[in-house]
């Protein structure tokens, strides 16, 4: 089935708020199963990520809006609402690709105001979900990042990062690049039933291997950590241990925060998951988003000896706006996506 006759009608499948954004088609195909793709042409690529955020940068580029990948906890699930799409099973299955963001990065970064700051990859959605394979977007973001000399960064749960390391070697040679795998489930059940779009845990373990052969640090975020699900000292020693003899450069590893409709989505699964640790996530979130300083500071005090242990470096808050164990939970991120 050909990709280039699947064309549909804004009046006749396009959802309404998608009109907003420069809709241009929407796609179906058997090799993506009950995943619809609205292809847009954007007007800009580059998002400024407001100063009350404290994120270490102060640039964004995502290239989709939704992610296959699913994840039960998503953090970004509620941006899906501006497009007057559900954040649980549309934000899983109804992905926007910015078909063009590569060329109009390009033409951002040529701009004489542009001072080269780090750009972060990854930061809304993954930026090599499964929707990667077919639109190619991340070769032509990293080539315009490199060729205008701008550091950048990656986050990903996605192992077809593996198609572009020879790419990303290349611009680390001209630019400052980084690179984080997020990995927090070690066993096989509990990954398949809380995100259960992504690859393996061993897939990912294979990926940070093959960043590393390729010459490239690979961080690793631990995240979130799940109260009573992934937090046991056990737990996290056997993932370090998976994590540090895969040969990552260090580790980042902060518990779960559940912000808006996310809250809502990750309670229902919960509920039909396992319904005996409701009422203890109740008690834990009653007083918003964020875990109680209490919890961190003991997931804190479990952590550190681990990390040391299996000689991993404690990195940075790295790429992601939920709050690393002890710190205070800053403003929530409000980006300009389109």
Known sequence: MRWDRQAVKVDDGALPGLQRVGFVRSVRSPQFEGITFHEVLCKSALNKVPAASALPFRFTVN????????????????THEYLDLDCGTDFDSQIVVKTNVAEVLRRELRRPSWTHETVALGTNTDPYQRAEGRYGLMPGIIGALADSYTPFSILTKGTLLRRDLGLIAEASRRVDVSIAVSLAIGEADLHHDIEPGTPTPQARLGLITAIRE????????????????????????ALLGRIAAAGATGVTVFGLHLRGSTRGWFMSWLARSHPELTW???????????????????????????????????????????????????????????
């Open 214 to 237: 390729a010459g490239l640090d690979c961080h690793v975020m631990v995240a979130p950590v799940l109260p009573y699900l992934t937090d046991s000292a056990d737990q996290l020693d």
């Open 63 to 78: 290239g989709y809006r939704g992610c296959s990948h699913a994840c039960r906890y998503c953090f970004a699930r509620p």
């Open 280 to 338: 203890r996530y109740r008690e834990l979130y009653r007083r918003g988003a964020y875990l109680p300083a209490e919890y961190r500071d003991a997931l804190r005090a479990r952590v550190q000896p681990l990390i040391r242990a299996h000689g991993l470096a404690a990195g940075p808050r790295a790429m992601s706006p939920a709050p690393v164990l002890g710190e205070r939970a800053p403003e929530p991120v409000q980006q300009t996506l389109f």
